[in-house]
């Protein structure tokens, strides 16, 4: 006869009640995570389609509308009613509407990489100072005072935009290798946030530096480059510019488990066996790619990589990188592709600067976040 048996046939009855309890309760947690697992899956859903109609939204509007079919038409054949229609959205829509969805997608990513390392709400992608240093490598072309890289600039249209994407990979470049060194030496990634804080001043200082001693015209030059700009990629520098952000997503998907370790702090994930020096080093090399490449190419675009994360974290509720890395990707691209058609200003001629609205749709997301997190306390 059993122990249960021997304690009477009360006990018993009140073990089967707390067994048909806790079943009850499994059986409705189990049926809870699978609807909002299919909740999730449907928003994923959701956000592929948006995507989608935003990229044939982006080839159809401009200062010249062409309708969908020749869109279509023009993509599958290379033909359309009217062959400027066909140039106007191969050789110049198209390989846009692209680089804006890539680098939605890299600044998206590297400001869910940053905020998640630093456990900082309000960090973003360019906290390491690798955006300060490309913005240096294009201001010694610009600004320079001895004149030879800014003579070869003038009335230079592709030649010139070539010249200032590797002056800003350069720039980027080394204040990478900076950082990766840094980020090799101590462990604390309180330490590493300073030290990008105060890589990046120092560049400002010197870029500072430089404009004060420029020319009017150079320095117009450089201002229109810091507005950021998404059409300055040719069909050439396309599939560069998708090489190094597919290889710094691609880096970013294998530290899924890491970086939800890290959301409950380094002591935690050092206690689960995580090497924190591997993930520390391959979370600065991601981000260092995907900023680096975004701002050589399109200058340094600000606010999507901070308030992207925050809308994915908000519309699907969950802080599961599983779910957030594909998320950022592609809210991230949708809201470049936004921006994008909102700066071209459908009919008309006139061009607004890209990190204008940026920063009209992420500032009232940040501000959001810090209403929250203040409310919360």
């Known amino acids: 006869m059993t122990q249960l048996a021997q304690q ?30 299919g909740r999730q899956r449907l928003i994923l859903l959701l956000m592929i389609v948006v995507l989608g109609a935003l990229l044939m939204t982006s080839l159809a509007l401009g200062s010249v509308s062409i309708p969908l079919d020749n869109i279509v038409s023009a993509l599958l054949s290379g033909h359309s009613d009217q062959s400027a229609w066909t140039n106007i959205v191969l050789k110049f829509r198209l390989p846009k509407t692209l680089t804006a969805m890539l680098a939605g997608m890299a600044l998206g990513v590297s400001g869910l990489l940053m905020q998640t390392y630093f456990r900082n709400p309000l960090a973003e992608p360019f906290v390491l100072g690798v955006s300060s240093g490309a913005s240096l490598g294009v201001a010694l072309v610009v600004l320079s005072t001895a004149g030879g890289g800014s003579a070869m600039l003038a009335g230079l249209g592709l030649a010139g935009d070539l010249l200032l994407s590797a002056a800003a990979g350069l720039g980027a470049a080394v204040t990478m290798s ?98 924190l020096h591997r993930t520390r080093l391959g979370i600065v090399l991601a981000t260092a790619l995907l900023v680096s490449a975004v701002t050589a190419f399109c200058g340094p675009i600000a606010f999507i990589g901070i308030a992207v994360p925050h809308l994915c974290r908000g519309i699907l509720r969950s802080s599961n990188h599983r779910l957030l890395l594909p998320a950022t990707c592609l809210v991230g691209a949708i809201v470049a592709i936004g921006a994008s058609i909102i700066a071209e200003m459908p009919g008309h001629n006139l061009v607004l600067p890209l990190n204008v609205i940026t920063a009209l749709l992420g500032a009232p997301v940040v501000m959001l976040v810090i209403l929250r997190q203040f409310r919360g306390r």
């Open 178 to 275: 900076l950082v990766l060194l840094v980020a090799l030496r101590v462990r604390s990634s309180l330490t590493l946030l300073i030290m990008g804080l105060m890589f990046g001043y120092l560049v400002s200082a010197i870029v500072s530096l430089l404009l004060y001693f420029a020319r009017p015209e150079r320095i117009q030059a450089y201002i229109n480059w810091t507005f950021g700009s998404f059409s300055g990629v040719t069909a050439a520098q396309l599939p560069i510019l998708a090489g190094i952000v597919m290889a710094g997503l691609l880096m970013a998907a294998t530290m899924v488990k890491p970086l939800n370790a890290l959301l409950l702090g380094e002591d935690y994930a050092r206690s689960m066996g995580m090497n």
């Open 8 to 37: 009477g046939p009360g006990t018993a009855l009140a073990s089967r009640e707390l067994r048909a309890t806790v079943s009850a309760t499994l059986r409705k947690r189990s049926t809870l995570a699978g609807i909002g697992i």
